[in-house]
């Protein structure tokens, strides 16, 4: 297998790049072993936990001065497969507004349980570490709990992107099978759920299903809500009910900007989920909610005060806010197959016609990677932490 994907790595034409090439093979190697072992050392014995901290933040100061010189030297930039985020199916039982899954976005597509293990394969040997297996709604793929098995016995971490709505009933299945980390789409609570979801008693069940994980697995599971942040939800109440949720149940805090450039996302009748100048107030305000939140409790927000702090510029400047990407670092693949460096493009085939191992360390895969970084593409909000985190002048910017 190795071999395969040396096969697949470029022929360098000067002695220098040999070597730069061969170290980053290396250095992707070493370092998703590393991690794996890191992971299994964490979970078992408590006092490493500040050495896996020392480790993160010495991964990210080596990161920003990677960049820093990457805007001089653009080869530096190179495919590092760490996530493999997989769209197992399209179909949803939710109507979320701001959302195309379910309806006219890849209707009906879903991914063979034998698609998704050869790619988990291919995955493992290319070094990749975590797997995000979302949809549409996971759920509702009969195979989820096989995938999330295969995934484990490659050694490849695997979290579910759920709507949270069938957790009740399936969760058994999927701690059976591995799963120890779920993140949940966070739409509003009670009406403002339901108007928003387009589905009665749709929050009683999300808020049920979140409490029998807590209930039969306890802490074992580790739980993310992803807090939607549109014209909607732009108020301090609805902040104060998600950290209430957070806190209730113990789930981290995450907050995802409404979309402009998703494929699948929609901004809504006449817009009217989309940031605008007007809104800089109430986004000012909000940020202010998040970072008392933060302070009170890091523990369960874990994003850094510098990119909570960037938040209202995320929102309204869009494609204007210029801040160097990390897809480099992953690879999404689509109900019907398709693989893209990002959510949003750079296509590199299709797993019904070619493996994945066939389309990683191409040179449409380190070209995509080094468009990427240098935002030759329709921008978006995605790895929102990770980007500021890896670029110094956001430090600078977003410092106090
Ligand atoms: S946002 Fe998620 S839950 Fe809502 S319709 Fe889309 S896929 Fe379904
Ligand atoms: S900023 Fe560009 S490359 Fe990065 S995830 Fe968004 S669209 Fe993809």
């Given at each position: 297998m190795k071999e395969n994907i040396r096969k697949h790595w470029p022929t360098p034409k000067n002695p220098l790049a040999i070597i730069s090439s061969n170290l980053q093979y290396r250095h992707m190697r070493l370092r998703s072993t590393a991690i794996h072992a890191m992971r299994q050392a964490t979970s078992k014995y408590a006092s490493f936990q500040n050495l896996k901290q020392g480790f993160v933040n010495l991964d990210t100061l080596l990161a920003r001065g990677r960049h820093s010189l990457a805007a001089h030297l653009?080869?530096?930039?190179?495919p590092q497969p760490a996530l493999l985020t997989v769209a197992?199916?399209?179909?949803?039982?939710l109507r979320c507004i701001g959302c195309r899954y379910g309806r006219?976005?890849?209707?009906n597509q879903q991914l063979p349980l034998g698609t998704v293990e050869n790619l988990l394969v291919d995955a493992r040997e290319a070094g990749f570490q975590t797997v995000r297996l979302y949809g549409?709604?996971?759920?509702?793929?009969?195979d989820l709990p096989r995938m999330v098995s295969a995934a484990c016995r490659l050694g490849i971490r695997p979290y579910v992107t759920t709507n949270g709505i069938l957790l009740a009933d399936k969760i058994g299945a999927l701690y059976e099978a591995g799963l120890r980390a779920l993140t949940i789409g966070f739409y509003g609570t009670n009406t403002a759920y339901d108007e928003y979801v387009q589905r009665r008693a749709a929050y009683a069940n999300l808020e049920n299903g979140v409490a029998a994980v807590r209930d039969r697995y306890g802490m074992d599971i580790q739980i993310q809500i992803n807090f939607l942040l549109t014209t909607l939800s732009c108020r301090v109440s609805a902040v104060e009910e998600a950290i209430q949720f957070a806190e209730r149940h113990r789930t981290r805090f995450q907050v995802d900007i409404a979309h402009y450039?998703?494929?699948?996302f929609t901004e809504g009748?006449?817009?009217?989920?989309q940031f605008a100048t007007k809104y800089r107030d109430s986004l000012e305000t909000v940020t202010k909610e998040l970072l008392r939140f933060k302070d009170r409790r890091p523990d369960l927000y874990p994003e850094s005060h510098a990119s909570i702090r960037s938040i209202p510029h995320w929102a309204i400047k869009g494609r204007a806010m210029r801040v160097p990407c990390t897809a480099y670092r992953m690879i999404w693949v689509g109900a019907d197959g398709t693989v893209q460096l990002c959510y949003v493009t750079f296509n590199l085939g299709n797993l019904h016609k070619t493996r994945l191992k066939d389309m990683l360390f191409t040179e449409a895969h380190k070209q995509a990677s080094r468009d990427a970084f240098a935002l030759?593409?329709?921008?978006?909000?995605?790895?929102r932490d990770e980007r500021i985190r890896s670029h110094a002048a956001s430090q600078q910017t977003y410092r106090q």
């Open positions: 653009p080869g530096l930039i190179q197992i199916t399209a179909r949803c039982n006219d976005f890849m209707p549409g709604e996971p759920l509702l793929h009969r450039s998703l494929p699948y009748i006449d817009h009217q989920l030759n593409c329709p921008n978006c909000h995605c790895h």
